[in-house]
């Protein structure tokens, strides 16, 4: 199953967390690493599609335990290096025991104590999972909140994700994933077919500040992708063939990276030959023109007409060159 990788800002990650602090529910998480004698293991919390290290325990003869207070039921990781993806980890109240596999990214680990994360090592062994099956089946476990924003949102009609929700027991309705579908319902809404799309500005690798609003009078494709993303470099040959082929004939695309360096967003587009402006505010996945667009999984992107309404979403490879084959081949 595809994952992608709403948006939230620093400040409102912390003032979320410290609201959340009066909930906390004492945990008891111990664990063993084998073939590890000692060092450190880092315990850490999901957030905006990134994890950050809330705790740290040292290994004693490859064993280590965390007694906190934590947000439960809830996803966190625990990982042996910081920068690195960690071991994805459904926690609940009482005691939980986690062997950690760090060979094959964690795949051999085993958990015992947390019926949440049986269901999602389930879940991800499933194939052409349905969504709203799922939820009825479990609708009041954390991991089809879950996997309702995380895997699926990004996917789903704004009524299709109400629908979902809708499914869903009343007690997670106040989780941080539905609060974020909530909201991606209104933004969803405003950036449809047939809208005239949000303006935004943003800055090219040369300091430049350009607005959406520049590009009016011509066709444009409002591309989000990033060097760190796989499927966008693959999709990015289609966007040269295009660019060649029409813009002579009034087609312009304004690239809007979700990197979180210069060096990297800067040799990519050397790399993929991309002609066109680029523009990023190098803030990852709380990039604002991605927010203000409801952009949940990269790449994405929204066909403006010459008078800046959306006339196509989310267009890639052979369907975006039959939409401007059918705009400039009259």
Same mark, same amino acid.
């Given at each position: ?17 410290? &609201?959340?602090a009066a909930d906390k529910k004492p945990l008891t998480l111990t664990g063993t690493v084998p073939g590890l004698? +000692?060092?450190?293991? $880092?315990?850490?919390? #999901? ?5 950050? /290290? ?33 071991? $994805?980890?459904? %926690? ?57 924003? =995380? ?20 007690? &997670?309705k106040n989780t941080p994933y539905v609060n974020v579908l909530n909201e991606l319902v209104t933004v969803l809404?405003?950036? +449809? ?15 430049? /500040? ?10 444009? %494709? ?10 966008? =470099? ?8 295009? $660019?060649?082929? $029409?813009?002579?004939?009034? #087609? ?60 196509? =979403? ?17």
């Amino acid at each position: 199953m595809k994952r992608t990788l709403q948006i939230l800002t620093a400040g409102l990650l912390l003032s979320t967390l410290s &609201l959340q602090a009066a909930d906390k529910k004492p945990l008891t998480l111990t664990g063993t690493v084998p073939g590890l004698k +000692s060092g450190k293991i $880092y315990l850490q919390k #999901f957030y905006n599609k990134s994890f950050i /290290t809330i705790d740290s325990a040292s290994l004693n003869e490859g064993k280590f335990q965390f007694k906190t207070q934590l947000e439960l039921p809830e996803l966190y990781g625990v990982t042996l290096y910081k920068d690195q993806s960690p071991f $994805y980890l459904f %926690l609940e109240s009482g005691a939980v025991n986690v062997e950690l596999d760090t060979a094959a990214y964690y795949r051999g680990s085993k958990v015992t104590g947390s019926p949440a994360q049986d269901l999602f090592a389930a879940y991800k062994k499933e194939r052409n999972v349905d969504v709203s099956a799922f939820i009825k089946a479990n609708p009041a476990s954390i991991v089809s909140a879950y996997i309702l924003y =995380r895997d699926f949102s990004y996917r789903l009609s704004p009524e299709e994700i109400k629908t979902n929700i809708a499914l869903l027991d009343p007690s &997670l309705k106040n989780t941080p994933y539905v609060n974020v579908l909530n909201e991606l319902v209104t933004v969803l809404g405003n950036v +449809s077919v047939g809208k005239k799309a949000p303006d935004f500005h943003s800055v090219t690798p040369e300091g430049k /500040t350009v607005n959406l609003r520049d590009f009016q009078g011509k066709y444009v %494709l409002v591309d989000f992708w990033a060097a760190w993303c796989p499927p966008c =470099r693959k999709e990015n040959p289609n966007l040269v063939a295009a $660019y060649k082929q $029409y813009n002579d004939k009034g #087609f312009e695309i304004l690239g809007v990276s979700l990197d979180k360096t210069k060096e990297a967003w800067e040799k990519a587009i050397k790399d993929d030959h991309l002609a066109w402006t680029q523009v990023s505010d190098l803030a990852f996945w709380d990039s604002a023109p991605a927010k203000l667009y409801g952009v949940r999984a990269i790449p994405s992107n929204v066909l403006l007409d010459p008078q800046g309404v959306i006339v196509g =979403r989310n267009l890639r490879g052979e369907e975006l060159q039959q939409k401007l084959k059918e705009l400039f081949d009259k």
